[in-house]
C-alpha cells in the first residue's frame, strides 16, 4: 500500500468561505488573548480563495460586526451600501410594485462580492498566523478505531482520466487534526459523507435546494443606480414553480443580475439557465443592460430547506457551519452572516474543547450555542415561508403574508420539505418549453455564458462526475424523464448521443462550474460529483 505524507494540525477547517474564515479568525483571535498557539490550517478546492466563490450578493453586516468591529479601517470591500429596496411581481411585459416584506427590507446593508470578501478574510486569517492552502481538495474523512473523524485526505494529483500515474503524480497528503470544521458550503462532498456515516440526517427533513444563475454586467454610469435592490417573482416562472429574481446594483457601473429557481421544481423540461435569459428580456429589465455588457458568469445551488432541514451539526471530532449546515434564511434571500456567526460559535467551542481534553470529542455545547443565538431565532420564525410555496405561488405568497403580518412567525405548525429529486414527474406529463433562440446581446447560449466564468478542468485526470449505473442514464432518465440533466446543468455538462442507433450520455466534466444541481435533481441520484483534482473549476473574480 502506497504511503501518504502525514500532517498534524490542531484543527483543520475544510473550505475558505465566509463561514470557514470566520471560524479561523475567531480561533486564531481566541489564541491570541488567551496567549496560546494552535496550528489553525484550512484548505480551499478552488485555485485561490474566492475563484469558486458565488453570491448575489447582500451582506447584513452583524456577525462581521461581531467577528471584526473594525473592519472599515481594515479596509473591507463593502463599498456599495443598499439605498433602496423594491419587490417586483413580473408579468410577460409588465412589472408591479408590491409591498417589501420586512425581511426583504435592506437598509444598512451592503452590495458586495463575496468573492472579494473572503479575498479580505483571507489576509485577516493570515495575519493572525493562519495556515491556508488554495487548490487542495479533501476528498475524504480519517476515521480512527473509535469512529471519530481525526482528519481528512486530500485528493493525489497526476492521475490520468485511466487511473493510471503520470509523470507529473503526486500521492495526497492525511492531515491530521484534533477537529475538523466542515465548511465546504452548499451540498459539499466531504460534509455529503459525513451525514450519511453519522446519520446527521435522520431527525430532520430532507434538505431542498435552489439553483442559482448569476451573471455581472458592465452598464453606462446613466444606466447605473448605486445601491439599488431589486427582487421579483413571477414572469418568467409558472406559478407552479418556486423561484424569483434579484438586481442588485454595484459599484461602479456593475450590475449583479441573476435568477433562483427551486429545485423541486416536477416538470422535467424545465431548463433554469433558459429561463435566466429569458427574465432578462423583461422590457423593464432589458432596458436597464442595454448597451451594457456581460463580463462574467457562473452557478450554484444554495439551501433553501431552512430550520426544519438543518441536521445534526455535530460529530464525534467536528461539526458542520454555514451553508454545509444549511444555514440560509430563504425569504431574506442571505446566508453570509448566518455562516459567519455559526463560524464564530463553533471556533469558541472547539478552542474551549481544546483547553480541556486534546480527543477528538463531540462538541454538543455548539449545537446549543446555536440553538441559543439569533441565528436560531432568525430561523425558526421563518421556517414555514419557503415549504409554503410547495402548494404553488398563489399559496405561498398568501401563506407568506399571514405567517409574517399576522402570526409573525408563531404558527404553532412546522410545514414539512421533501427531497428534491423526489418531485421530478414523467415527461409525458408534460409538452417540451420552447425557449427563445438567444439574440446575443442581452441573451447568449450556453458556451458563450461558460467562457465568462474561466471554467478550466485538468483535461486528462479521472472523472469528477460519477454515475452509479451508466445504463439508468438511459432506460430511467432519458426514457422516463426526457433526459433532464441536459437542461438542469447550467454548463452544458450533459449529453445524450446517439451511437450505433444507441443512445448514450455524454459527460463533458471540462465544463462543470461544480454547481451541483446533477447531485441534487437527479432523480435516481445515479450522479454523484467529487472534487476534481484540486484547482479545477470556475475561476471567479468579482462574483
Known sequence: MEQHETMSVDVIIIGAGPAGLASAIRLAQLTKTNNIELNICVLEKGSTVGSHIIAGAVLEPRSLNELIPDWQKL????????????????????????????????????????????????VQAEQLGVQIFPGFAAIEPIYDAQNRVIGVKTGAMGIDKNGMKTKHYQPGINIL?????????????????????????QNSDPQTYGLGIKELWEIPETQHKSGTVIHSVGWPLDSATFGGGFIYHLDPNIV?????????YQNPYLNPYAEMQRFKQHPSIRKMLSSGRCIEYGARVINEGGWQSIPKLTFPGGLLVGCAAGFVNVPKIKGIHTAI???????????????????????????????????AKELQAVRNIRPAFHKGLWFGLAYSALDTYILRGKAPWTLRNHADHLQLKPATNFKPINYPRYDNVISFDRMTSLDRSNVNHEENQPPHLLLKDPAVAININWKVYAAPEQRYCPAGVYEILQRNDQA????NAQNCLHCKACDVKDPTQNITWVPPEGGGGPNYSGM
Not at 177 to 201: F, N, P, V, W
Request: net charge positive.
Open 341 to 375: 456567526k455559526s463560524g464564530m460559535l463553533a471556533a469558541e467551542n472547539v478552542f474551549t474543547a481544546l483547553q480541556k481534553d486534546s480527543a477528538p470529542a463531540e462538541l454538543t455545547l455548539y449545537t446549543a450555542a446555536i440553538h441559543n443565538s439569533w441565528i
Open 75 to 122: 479596509g473591507a470591500p463593502l463599498n456599495t451600501k443598499v439605498t433602496s429596496d423594491a419587490f417586483w411581481f413580473l408579468t410577460r411585459q409588465h412589472h408591479y410594485k408590491l409591498p417589501t416584506p420586512p425581511q426583504m427590507r435592506n437598509h444598512g446593508n451592503y452590495v458586495i462580492s463575496l468573492g472579494a470578501l473572503c479575498k479580505w478574510l483571507a
Open 256 to 264: 449583479a443580475i441573476g435568477l433562483v429557481v427551486g429545485l423541486d
Open 177 to 201: 487534526a484534533k477537529y475538523t470544521i466542515c465548511a465546504e458550503g452548499s451540498r459539499g462532498s466531504l460534509t455529503k459523507m459525513l451525514i450519511k456515516h453519522y446519520d446527521l440526517q
Open 504 to 507: 448514450y450520455l455524454q459527460i
